[in-house]
Each structure stands twice: as structure tokens, then as C-alpha cells.
T-cell receptor
Framework: NAGVTQTPKFRVLKTGQSMTLLCAQD?????MYWYRQDPGMGLRLIHY???????AKGEVPDGYNVSRLKKQNFLLGLESAAPSQTSVYFC????????????FGSGTRLTVV | SQQGEEDPQALSIQEGENATMNCSYK?????LQWYRQNSGRGLVHLIL?????REKHSGRLRVTLDTSKKSSSLLITASRAADTASYFC?????????????FGKGTKLSVKP
């Protein structure tokens, strides 16, 4: 029972490079989320999805794109990485509605130089 | 935008003592959740308390919610070294979409053996 799996766990990018972070969940959760965590800032929501084929913007969506082609996968893309995107990225998933806790992945530590 | 604010930012206690962390929030909520994050790991859901509940227990955890004061507290009784972690409160705004689970900046708890 893997829960939420994020790949890769670590990555170093040069400014301007692109990459995709993959999140996969095996709990048949309808909702999925991408957060970033920065020191002193807590977690901030980037994008989220309430179902296959649907995505929506969160609090800090600029510079990121997402896709949810399959229910179990939620991809986060950086088209042109910037040093300000250096952060730890967490994916989470949950059942639909507002009465459930989130299950988080173990994170991807991204450094943009 | 930050909804919940934890207090204190850091707390250091001896094993066996109780640890109390507080969370204040700004707008009416549907529910409030507490999460734990061990260093370098993802967040783990601890407990969810709904807006019509005043107190909830789970093992050594006790959560209270005072909607008139817009505050919640998390009490960990008989703390252990393994409780060393950061603790976050997260709120769902009343009437908000599922994407509106907003996290505070966390309380860093250190339990010394």
C-alpha cells in the first residue's frame, strides 16, 4: 500500500530548464493537490484537481502547469525554471468533499541554480 | 494567504511532559485539521475537528475548537522523543472549495529524552 508516491525525490535544475514532477496515488482518491513549502512560509497551494481531466489554480500558480490525464496521476510542470521556484514540493490526495484529511507524498526537493 | 497561525513557533519540553500548541484563524471554517511533519518527510494527518464539535480525542492527542474565539489547541500528553516534529493546523473555509485547505506556518516541537 504505497499511498502517494512522488518522483523524483531530488532535482537540481539550471535557470530556464524545464521539468515535470510526477505524483501517483493508489487510494482511488478523487482530489489531488500540489503544494510548495518554503522556510517560514508554511505550505502554499499551487494547483489542485477535483477529478480526472480537471485542474484549478491555487494560491501561487504562476510559473507552473498541471495535468490530470489519469485519476491516479497528477503532474506538475515547470516550463522555464527560476531560482524563486527552489522549494520542497508536496503532492497530496483526498476523498471528495471537505470532511477528509489529506494524504501527502514524501516530497521533491528542487533547487534551481 | 495564511489562514491559520500556530503559537508558539517553537516549543522545547522534556519527555513525559505535555505539549500544547495553539492555532488561530481568521474566517468562518467548515473544519480544522492538525498535521505532523517529521524532518525531511511529508505531512501526516492527525485529527480533524468539525466546526460543530468542541473537543476530540485520538490516543494521546486532544484537540479543542472554540469557534467564538476562532482558535484551536492541540494537546499531546505524556510526550515522547518520537513526537519531535513540526505540527501544522489547516482550515477549510466555510463554503470554500476543496482547494481551500490552508496551512499555518507550524509549531516546531522538540521533545528531549
Amino acid at each position: 500500500n504505497a499511498g502517494v508516491t512522488q518522483t523524483p525525490k531530488f532535482r537540481v535544475l539550471k535557470t530556464g530548464q524545464s521539468m515535470t514532477l510526477l505524483c501517483a496515488q493508489d487510494m482511488n482518491h478523487e482530489y489531488m493537490y500540489w503544494y510548495r513549502q518554503d522556510p517560514g512560509m508554511g505550505l502554499r497551494l499551487i494547483h489542485y484537481s477535483v477529478g480526472e481531466g480537471t485542474t484549478a489554480k491555487g494560491e501561487v500558480p504562476d510559473g507552473y502547469n498541471v495535468s490530470r490525464l489519469k485519476k491516479q496521476n497528477f503532474l506538475l510542470g515547470l516550463e522555464s525554471a527560476a531560482p524563486s521556484q527552489t522549494s520542497v514540493y508536496f503532492c497530496a490526495s483526498s476523498y471528495p468533499g471537505q470532511g477528509y484529511g489529506y494524504t501527502f507524498g514524501s516530497g521533491t526537493r528542487l533547487t534551481v541554480v | 494567504s495564511q489562514q491559520g497561525e500556530e503559537d508558539p513557533q517553537a516549543l522545547s519540553i522534556q519527555e513525559g511532559e505535555n505539549a500544547t500548541m495553539n492555532c488561530s484563524y481568521k474566517t468562518s471554517i467548515n473544519n480544522l485539521q492538525w498535521y505532523r511533519q517529521n524532518s525531511g518527510r511529508g505531512l501526516v494527518h492527525l485529527i480533524l475537528i468539525r466546526s460543530n464539535e468542541r473537543e476530540k480525542h485520538s490516543g494521546r492527542l486532544r484537540v479543542t475548537l472554540d469557534t467564538s474565539k476562532k482558535s484551536s489547541s492541540l494537546l499531546i500528553t505524556a510526550s515522547r522523543a518520537a513526537d519531535t516534529a513540526s505540527y501544522f493546523c489547516a482550515t477549510v473555509r466555510f463554503g470554500g472549495s476543496q482547494g481551500n485547505l490552508i496551512f499555518g506556518k507550524g509549531t516546531k516541537l522538540s521533545v528531549k529524552p
